[in-house]
């Protein structure tokens, strides 16, 4: 990974002294209830950017978030795209990795254990390159111990066949929740694309087809040119676009989806701070994704399950619950 000190970096806090383990005020209950899915506290960690926790467990203890969504797992292993890969952008980055992964089996065999034994809630993210591919995958983890979730990734930009193409057509969409819906008795959460016309139109047609739960956004698509040698940068030529730069775009849409549809939104996009994932929870999110900022500072998700639980007692809040939607007069949700 780039060292972001110029966009990203300037964007996250914790310059002084931090304790890998949390601390929370009493009488504040940071439960996040999520349809048939309960987290012990409202904030995961995004798809992508955690890879299966084992780096960031060096930090600290990451049972002590609200689930770990695992990088995006296909069929078979794939060796992701050539690169360059990674390039760093004003307030963000830009990545075209490709879904590079073991594959599922491997993913059932040693990752899924791990996570596990240390106590995580593994949400597992999964691609294909058909309904039928999506529906296998969900099959071979319906019974697996340890998961909590599948998150259907019908949004990826960084991928030929699959991933968003599926994402940005209701119909197609619609088949893929259908076939996992058939696959598996787990909770489904599928995670929308930015790169459409109508965010809301792809989030009523996945609901109806069965998903229990949204998560938006996925990164929206962008590229850098290289000057100098007249070429683009990232080897995918175009990547995915994730950071504080994005954060305004993706409250919006989750604000406008938690108008539309009643279920549970996992709202990420640009979130580095607790006031950035509030903002989320008061437009509608019942949880959050923190990604990009974990490139920059690894325990930013437990920065932002303190201010969330800080701004609770503030309030005098009971719960994370009574803000959820409380600033979106249309949320279709229900509060206590």
Same mark, same amino acid.
């Given at each position: ?16 002294? !931090?304790?890998?383990?949390?601390t ?13 899915l ?7 960690? %995004? ?10 467990? !060096? ?6 978030? /609200? ?9 078979h ?12 952008t ?12 073991? /594959?599922?089996?491997?993913?059932? !065999? ?9 106590? %995580?809630?593994?949400?597992?993210n ?6 039928d591919?999506?529906?296998?995958i969900? !099959? ?5 111990? /340890? ?30 929740v ?8 787990l ?13 809301g ?12 739960m ?16 007249r ?32 279920v ?45 639980? %800080? ?26």
């Open positions: 990974m780039p060292e972001m000190t110029s966009s990203v970096a300037a964007f996250v806090g914790g310059d002084g002294e !931090r304790s890998p383990a949390l929370l005020p009493a009488g504040v209950d940071l439960t996040a209830k999520l349809g048939r309960t987290l012990k506290n409202p904030v995961t960690v %995004a798809s992508g950017t955690f890879g299966y926790g084992h780096e960031f467990h !060096r930090f600290y203890d990451i049972s002590q978030l /609200g689930a770990v969504m695992v990088k995006g797992t296909t069929l292993p794939r060796a992701g795209n050539k690169p360059p890969r990674v390039v760093e004003p307030a963000g980055m830009l990545n075209a990795i490709g879904l590079q992964n073991p /594959g599922v089996d491997e993913v059932i !065999r040693t990752e899924l254990p791990w996570l596990v034994s240390v106590g %995580a809630t593994a949400i597992v999964i691609a294909g390159h058909s309904v591919e999506y529906g296998e969900a !099959r071979r983890l319906d019974s697996v111990p /340890g998961v909590a979730a599948i998150e259907i990734n019908i949004s990826c930009p960084n991928v030929d066949q699959g991933g968003m193409a599926f994402g940005v057509h209701c119909p197609s969409a619609a088949a893929v259908s076939g996992v819906r058939r696959a598996t008795k909770p489904i959460i599928t995670k929308l694309t930015p790169n459409v016309t109508d965010i139109e792809v989030a009523r047609a996945v609901v109806d087809a069965g998903s229990d949204l998560s938006l956004i996925n990164t929206l698509v962008g590229m850098v040119i290289d000057i100098e040698r070429r683009p940068v990232l080897g995918n030529t175009v990547g995915g676009l994730s950071g504080p730069a994005v954060r305004p775009v993706a409250l919006k849409m989750v604000w406008d989806v938690a108008r539309q549809v009643k549970p939104i996992i709202g990420l996009g640009g979130i580095v701070t607790a006031p950035d994932a509030i903002q989320f929870l008061l437009a509608g999110a019942s949880a959050v994704s923190i990604g990009t900022a974990n490139f920059a500072d690894p325990l930013a998700p437990l920065d932002v399950i303190e201010g969330i639980a %800080a701004y609770l007692a503030a309030h005098g809040h009971r719960g994370v619950a009574e803000i959820v939607g409380a600033a979106n007069p249309g949320f279709l949700g229900s509060r206590p």
